[in-house]
């Protein structure tokens, strides 16, 4: 494919590694609650993330609820965290916080930048694409993010649902981000790793949606759009 005019960028799990693949790093957190969740064994730690992330997914399933807990993503963990012990029994609000914050405070420090994700960013400004970064979350939480990887001064535009007042899918967060870099739909692409934000929501409007897929997910079942292209490394987008 010839490059685009324009280029919208996710940032979450496709520039950094932020939330992807949770079982694993609840299990690695979950461990370390052993004692006070009396979970002395795997199958016992296990039974505690079913039922964390199980709540965690009818919160996030729900798409007005998701986008209230997007700009409060600790908050949200906390009443997941909360209502998943419960189902357990173990109704202590204490110990849930104090799980769901530690788990918080591991994925800030374990956030990555994908290796080639400044290289790929940057040569593409150089062969004269106009790139902007649109993320949904917080302001603070995201702008932190954009400061930890050096990615602000690499993007004509940065827009954030905190700061713009919507998020992806609604439409009018890439009608915006198009008119900034003053592009048209059917000049640009959009990456990134969520298959309703970032292929079927900006393919309503005519753009490319360019799915990023590093795990080899594959395509939801029953969906309903087909990626532009599947990408699982940012460099592709280089290769043509
Ligand atoms: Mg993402």
């Given at each position: 494919m010839p490059l685009p005019r324009a280029i919208l960028f996710d940032l979450d799990d496709t520039l950094i590694r932020a939330y992807a693949q949770p079982e694993e790093a609840w299990r690695r957190l979950l461990a370390t609650f052993a004692e006070p969740l009396a979970a002395h064994d795997e199958p016992a730690i296990e039974r505690v993330r079913v039922a964390l992330m199980d709540a965690a997914r009818g919160m996030w399933s729900d798409p007005v609820s998701a986008a209230r807990w997007r700009l409060d993503i600790p908050g949200a963990r906390r009443l997941a965290t909360r209502q998943g012990l419960a189902t357990l029994g173990l109704d202590d609000a204490g110990l849930a916080d104090r799980i769901a914050d530690a788990f918080t405070e591991m994925r800030r420090a374990e956030y990555r930048l994908y290796p080639d994700a400044h290289d790929t960013v940057d040569a593409l400004r150089a062969a004269g694409v106009k790139l902007a970064l649109v993320t949904n979350g917080a302001a603070e939480t995201q702008r932190a993010k954009i400061e930890r990887f050096d990615l602000?001064?690499?993007?004509e535009h940065i827009q954030i649902e905190g700061e713009f007042g919507q998020g992806k899918p609604e439409l009018a967060v890439y009608r915006h981000a198009l008119d900034k870099l003053g592009c048209d739909a059917c000049d640009a692409w959009m990456v990134g790793d969520n298959y309703e934000w970032e292929v079927v929501a900006p393919q309503k409007l005519g753009m490319c949606g360019i799915w990023y897929d590093p795990f080899e997910?594959?395509?939801?079942?029953?969906?309903t759009h087909t990626p532009t292209r599947i990408i699982r490394r940012l460099g592709e987008l280089l290769e043509g």
């Open positions: 602000a001064h690499r993007f997910a594959g395509v939801p079942a029953g969906a």
